[in-house]
């Protein structure tokens, strides 16, 4: 604490330099930058503040969907079409800390080299973030960079369906949802939430048996529930290892665009997500508080001990805790 506050302007200094350079298309400051955000250091809330300004203008797109099901690969081809529209991309592969996950890491990093020849494209993985959670926070303000270095379309690969997945896709523009035949995966068992949060689905490795069978039971679940007004998610089937498939997957991604831009559907979709991730962010930050400030284990054992000898009230003390916090918030 102590350190930051001494080195308070240096640090400020750098991170001008560093969102300057950004700002400007530096992609080694992009890199540096998206670091940053991982480490959750001091210096980026004011690169975020810095590069806020130049954002907003991107589409968003959140891939997720079972280890394994394509969806590293469907990303490479999407990029390749949206390169082919002259749209800059940007790649946002966010890594389960899961220990079988390894090769999935490995996976991406492979294909990623594919663009590198290519300016227009930045990818990069992300590692998921510490105990404090923030994942998704984490990985929405990493492609708030991506586009501030000038990106403008940003794909957001995330693996599974669990908590932190949902959050993140929730956080994008367009929400593609991916399965596959067989596996076991049938529709059914795949969470009610990530159904109601598709914006596409896509049914990839269609050279398999069984995507006939789920096509029609996504479409039969479809017709109970439908939680996004007029639009009904499509379901488009890719073979994405051989390309095919890929020109109706953009295809529904460019009708989605255009719905999205009717009727304020993306300026309502937007504000109900910065209603969020407000709540997230002033959450997040109390959170840093409290651990920063108040609730170390030794003081928490202490308090546990006088409480429970009457010696100290819970509800005072509570009180003095959130007034620590709030009163010091962190710089
Ligand atoms: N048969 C078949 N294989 C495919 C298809 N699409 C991808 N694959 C293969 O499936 C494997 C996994 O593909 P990835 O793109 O890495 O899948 P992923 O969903 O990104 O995987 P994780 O990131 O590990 O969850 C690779 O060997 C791909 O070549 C497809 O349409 N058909
Ligand atoms: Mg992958």
């Known amino acids: 604490m102590q350190n930051t506050i001494q080195s308070g302007n240096a640090t400020h ?8 350079r950004l700002l400007a298309g530096d992609l080694r400051s992009l890199a540096r930058a998206i670091s940053l955000i991982e480490d959750d250091a001091p210096a980026a809330r004011g690169l975020l503040s810095a590069c806020f300004p130049h954002t907003g203008k991107a589409l968003r797109l959140g891939i997720t969907g079972a280890p394994g099901a394509g969806k590293s690969t469907l990303v490479d081809q999407i990029a390749r079409a949206f390169r082919e529209q002259q749209h800059r991309v940007g790649i946002l592969a966010v890594d389960p800390t899961s220990p079988f996950s390894g090769g999935a ?3 991406d990093r492979i294909r990623m080299e594919r663009h590198h020849a290519d300016t227009g494209v930045y990818a990069r993985s992300m590692a998921t973030r510490g105990a404090m959670g923030g994942l998704a926070r984490a990985a929405v303000d990493a492609a708030m960079l991506i586009e501030a ?21 929730r ?23 990530i159904l109601e949060i598709a914006d596409i689905f896509v049914v990839n490795k269609a050279d398999r048996e069984g995507a006939d069978r789920v096509e029609k039971e996504l479409k039969a679940m479809q017709s109970f529930a439908s939680s996004h007004g007029t639009w ?46 407000l709540t997230e962010m002033v959450r997040g930050e109390l959170l840093h508080g ?8 030794e003081e928490l054992a202490e308090h546990a001990r006088r409480i429970t000898a009457r010696q100290e009230d819970p509800f005072a003390t509570t009180a003095q805790m959130v007034e620590a916090i709030t009163g010091g918030s962190r710089k």
Do not use: C, N, Y
């Not at 890719?238 to 304020?264: H, K, M, P, Y």
């Not at 409290?290 to 284990?297: D, I, W």
């Open 171 to 193: 956080l994008a523009d367009i929400t593609i949802v991916v399965l596959v035949p067989g596996m076991g995966d049938d529709v059914q068992s795949i969470k009610a939430g």
């Open 290 to 297: 409290l651990h920063a400030h108040v609730l170390k284990p």
């Open 232 to 277: 009904v998610a499509p379901v488009v089937r890719t073979v994405a290892s051989q390309g095919q498939g890929i020109e109706g997957l953009v295809g529904a991604i460019d009708d989605f665009t255009a719905w999205l831009s009717r009727d304020d559907h993306l300026r309502e979709r937007r504000e109900q997500q910065w209603r969020q991730r």
């Open 149 to 169: 270095a000038g990106h403008d379309r940003i794909l957001i690969e995330t693996v599974g369906v669990g908590q932190d997945e949902i959050d993140i896709v």
């Open 105 to 107: 890491i490995l996976g």
């Open 13 to 20: 200094a750098v991170t001008a330099k560093l969102s300057d």
